[in-house]
């Protein structure tokens, strides 16, 4: 190697690291939750919601900002997407208080974004730099939200760039995954609905589903009510008390009065194994593995 490569390597790894220029991640994930299905007559993903960090591979919250907020550095806490049909989106960042840090409005009709059959595909954004090399840079952020109402983002990028006499192009894919966000004791206001749809809905797995989609939500009575199914192995689910020890948790965090028995109860009859057990996954604990756990795949109607 002549002496004169080492800085155009070492700008290289300085531009993208050496992951990011060097491992390709051209395949979605096949553990992440499937895209959500597009209602008829509906030509763009809904990718509306409120979302956290990520929940899976990608590079933290800070992308998200830097793709829905290209004009300023921000390090918020979580970002919020609100959609009006196939023309308008509305973006919020807020700081980890809960107030707001800055907000953007995107119009489909002012090229902003677009709507194809891959899901919503973002202005491309374009970027030059002339720090030591000259570099030209592209990236395209196409997003999609999951049926698990996480917010997945497939950015494919590209930079060209001239340094030391000797041209050379990076091309990257990366995909990057949001969990539903999610604070302590926070209640959506949707959960009570699907908490009802639980005891008046008819039929397995329906019920559970139902069941599940308010415990994820933050509803305390359906959180008891897991916890309840786990600790007398209700429905032909097999009893497990760590992890009716984790729902009870989860519902005394909001109404620590009304179950409290219940969790010191089972508690107690954990042995130290258990117990250790119960803890890690109450300290793992995400929206959304709710149904994946409960409703067994062969449980039918």
Request: hydrophobic letters at 35%; charged letters at 20%.
């Amino acid at each position: 190697m002549h002496f004169y490569h080492i800085p155009t390597l070492a700008m290289i790894v300085l531009i993208c690291g050496l992951e990011g220029c060097f491992r390709q991640v051209d395949e979605r994930p096949d553990e992440w939750a499937p895209p959500e299905v597009r209602a008829e007559l509906v030509d763009c993903s809904d990718i509306s919601g409120h979302y956290q960090e990520q929940a899976a591979a990608g590079s933290g919250l800070g992308l998200l900002s830097v793709i829905l907020f290209p004009e300023s550095s921000i390090a918020c806490s979580s970002i919020k997407i609100s959609q009006r049909g196939d023309d308008y989106l509305h973006v919020t960042a807020y700081t980890s208080s809960g107030k707001i840090q800055t907000e953007r409005s995107m119009s489909r009709d002012s090229g902003d974004f677009q709507c194809t059959s891959e899901g919503l595909v973002l202005k491309e954004s374009i970027g030059r730099f002339w720090v030591i090399s000259a570099m030209y840079g592209r990236g395209i952020h196409i997003l999609n939200r999951t049926e698990d109402k996480s917010l997945v983002i497939n950015t494919k990028g590209w930079v060209t760039a001239y340094h030391a006499f000797i041209p050379y192009s990076i091309r990257n894919v990366l995909w990057s995954r949001f969990e539903p966000y999610m604070s302590k004791g926070q209640i959506a206001p949707e959960s009570e609905a699907q908490f009802q749809m639980y005891h008046t809905h008819a039929g397995l797995p329906s019920r559970l589903i139902w069941l599940c989609r308010s415990a994820d939500q933050g509803y305390p009575f359906a959180q008891a009510e897991v916890g309840r199914i786990y600790s007398m192995g209700l429905f032909g689910i097999p009893m497990d008390l760590p992890r009716a020890y984790v729902w009870y948790g989860l519902a005394t965090n909001t109404k620590p009065d009304l179950w409290k028995h219940e969790y010191l109860t089972i508690r107690e009859s954990l042995t130290s194994k258990q117990l250790l057990q119960a803890e890690t996954m109450r300290d793992d604990w995400k929206p959304g593995q709710c149904e994946s756990q409960l409703v067994p795949a062969d449980l039918g109607d």
